[in-house]
RNA sequence: GCACUCAUAGCUCAAUUGGAUAGAGCGUUCGGCUACGGACCGAAAGGUUGGGAGUUCGAGUCUCUUUGGGUGCACCA
């Protein structure tokens, strides 16, 4: 229900203009001065009063009853409060009727938003780093999804460069097939590592290395089926962890995709007049020289990142025809993207503004930045395998005879994971360490899905809600805290989409859980008489409902017991 | 050097985008199990929002400036 709306139709005062009072109306910082508030000092110019003249005034037009239970003009403020037991009908009403749709809305109905997340390396490893950025594109294509657009996952394989040829190099001299099938990506860590150890005692590896990459790209039989096999061990591996984190993707095309998607791309620049040599190798120079020049083919012919990305615009334009492309990268490459949207803008595609880069914050080790090449990383595999055991000790401390441990743990320990990056806002940098990871106390994952748990038990034990409702039994301050919540759930949800953060929805998630929590200590549910019982039944089923749609689009599980 | 970005309680972070007395969690201290699930709840302590100036009815939020951290600046991705 608008009560906005709702609040404007009361209005009687002559001389107002509802549609900028309505963009005006808002929750007041403290829910003791009411439900909704209208600050007047906006219109305190255009009407020549003042403030405190213009809230007595709207105050006394309005007429009270029904919903709007009172107003009150304080300091310029126009307070509403609302009749609690009829806005609790409305508001469990709207969440139970639409259960799992509940926040659903069709404000993207026909419109396509292309997501380029994850984009994993062939033959790296996947740690936190990535898993920061997959839990992140992964939530936003399931907010996106919610609010009714099309979306399209697409996860930007890091399949080519020189870094192949190495690990050919490295295959060849110590390489060992048996280790690479049990182990996978690891023995393929290790071996590329061991090639830069190598390398720097004796460069002409890279020589070799070099080679080997050009017989790639020359589809040499050796080198192809090398390439492919070890695109193969790492697909493989990824995929197992895209299962446990609930990620799925429909696209992917990466690097290797756009090889013959680039040469038409530097052909139009060129014929633009965009493209320029400089030192041999040729950029697209900005005016004024707001930024570095964006470098598109090497001295050498080949191309780079930046073209790579360029074909990969264009193709995803033609083949989606999106109203925005994202682009789920950290805020090291702000400057790359910057590039290459400008580009695309000086070659007059004004979908460039549909570009955007969704930066968000680097993930680093106490012992400093991640490198794969130094072998300094923290594997996500055995993050969230230490997450699942810790969240088996707990169950096989506080509810040994729990049905299913093993699933359950899985559920919990991978939730606690990813509730814990996608806690803070993107832009954050995060340490890394496994004292924060395994903390299931406080903000944190386990707390809402417990509490999810708790309502889901309170359910079980209350025999089924009856016919009888009466609402006053939610008539206190911390039934209220819990519907004014529920009720901008909604809302929440445009603004995590509009601002490409999931951080608003899982701190929605805990906001909801602290409230219930402390109205399930103030007030008993089961034992009360049916009216008052029935009513609480309803909030609590209504908390279980939303707590469930905004986990599942975080990624996260909720076992009915832990 | 230039550009981008961050700075709020001891620590990790919020703050409805310019609104009312800046809020949570962790940690610390104290209290609550004859459990509708204690992975919980309550209370206390903890702040010159890095510093300075400005814009206005009002600034953690906008502008300028300054300090400190992170990141990036040509043939890697």
Redesign the pocket.
């Known amino acids: 229900m608008d009560y906005k709306r709702l609040i404007i139709d009361r209005i009687t005062l002559d001389g107002l203009d509802k549609q900028s009072v309505y963009d005006?109306i808002?929750?007041?910082?403290?829910a003791?001065?009411?439900d909704l508030?209208?600050?007047?000092?906006?219109l305190?110019?255009e009407m020549k009063k003042s403030?405190m003249a213009i809230a007595d005034a709207i105050a006394d037009s309005v007429s009270k009853g029904g919903m709007i239970k009172d107003v009150?003009s304080?300091?310029?403020?126009?307070?509403f409060t609302f009749d609690n037991a009829l806005y609790a009908r409305e508001v469990l009403d709207g969440v139970l009727k639409a259960g799992a749709n509940y926040g659903k809305s069709d404000e993207g109905k026909g419109k396509t938003v292309c997501i380029d997340y994850s984009?994993v390396?062939i033959a790296k490893p996947f740690h936190m780093g990535h898993l920061l950025n997959t839990a992140l594109g992964g939530a936003i294509y399931r907010i996106y999804k919610t609010l009714g657009y099309d979306v399209v996952g697409i996860n930007h394989l890091?399949d080519?460069?020189?870094?192949f040829g190495k690990l050919i190099v490295a295959y060849k001299l110590w390489g060992d097939r048996n280790d690479i099938e049990k182990r996978g990506v690891r023995a393929l860590v290790d071996i590329y590592v061991k090639f830069h150890k190598e390398e720097e005692k004796n460069p002409s590896l890279g020589d070799e290395a070099r080679k080997w990459f050009k017989a790639i790209e020359d589809s040499n039989k050796e080198a192809l089926e090398l390439f492919e096999y070890f695109k193969a061990i790492t697909l493989k591996e990824v995929d197992r962890i895209y299962k446990r984190l609930n990620i799925t993707f429909d696209s992917y095309a990466g690097?290797s995709f756009y090889n013959d998607k680039m040469q038409p791309v530097l052909d139009e620049l060129t014929a633009k007049g965009l493209l320029v040599e400089?030192?041999?190798?040729?950029?697209v120079?900005f005016d004024g020289d707001?930024?570095?020049?964006c470098?598109l083919?090497?001295?050498?012919g080949?191309?780079?990142?930046?073209?790579?990305d360029m074909a990969a615009a264009f193709y995803r334009k033609k083949t989606y025809d999106f109203y925005k492309c994202l682009y789920v990268v950290?805020?090291?490459?702000?400057?790359?993207f910057?590039q290459v949207f400008k580009v695309l803008e000086m070659m007059g595609c004004e979908w460039a503004k549909d570009m955007i880069h969704v930066?968000h914050?680097?993930v680093?080790l106490e012992s400093g930045?991640m490198s794969t090449r130094e072998g300094n990383v923290v594997f996500l595999e055995d993050v969230l395998n230490t997450a699942v055991a810790?969240?088996k000790a707990?169950?096989d401390?506080?509810?040994p005879d729990?049905e299913g441990k093993q699933e359950?743990?899985e559920q919990?320990g991978v939730g606690?994971v990813l509730f814990g990056v996608l806690?803070?806002?993107?832009?954050?940098?995060?340490?890394f360490s496994f004292d924060?990871v395994l903390?299931?106390?406080?903000?944190?994952g386990?707390?809402v899905?417990?509490?999810f748990?708790?309502c889901?038990?309170?359910l079980?034990?209350?025999g089924g809600i009856g016919e009888e409702i009466d609402f006053s039994g939610l008539d206190n301050d911390s039934c209220k805290a819990i519907l004014l919540l529920l009720d901008k759930y909604p809302?929440l949800l445009k603004?995590s989409a509009?601002?490409y953060?999931p951080?608003?929805v899982t701190?929605f998630a805990?906001?909801l859980?602290?409230a219930f929590?402390?109205f399930?200590?103030?007030?008993?549910?089961?034992?009360e008489k049916a009216g008052i019982k029935n009513a609480?039944l309803l909030l609590?089923k209504s908390v279980k409902q939303a707590l469930s749609n905004a986990l599942g689009l975080l990624g996260i599980a909720t076992?009915?017991?832990?």
């Open positions: 005006l808002t929750q007041p910082k403290d003791s001065m009411g508030c209208i600050p007047c000092f906006k305190a110019k403030p009150q304080v300091a310029g403020f126009v307070n984009s390396n890091g080519w460069g020189t870094q690097e400089s030192d041999g190798a040729r950029v120079k707001t930024m570095p020049p470098l083919q090497r001295s050498d080949a191309t780079l990142y930046a073209t790579r950290a805020y090291q490459q702000n400057l790359h910057q930066a914050g680097m680093s930045a810790k969240a707990v169950i401390e506080k509810n729990l359950i743990a919990v606690a806690y803070n806002s993107r832009i954050k940098d995060m340490t924060k903390n299931f106390e406080g903000e944190t386990p707390y899905q417990y509490t748990a708790r889901n038990s309170l079980e034990k209350s809302e603004e509009r601002k953060e951080s608003v701190r805990v906001d859980s602290q929590n402390k399930y200590f103030e007030y008993k549910i089961n034992s609480r609590t076992p009915a017991k832990m």
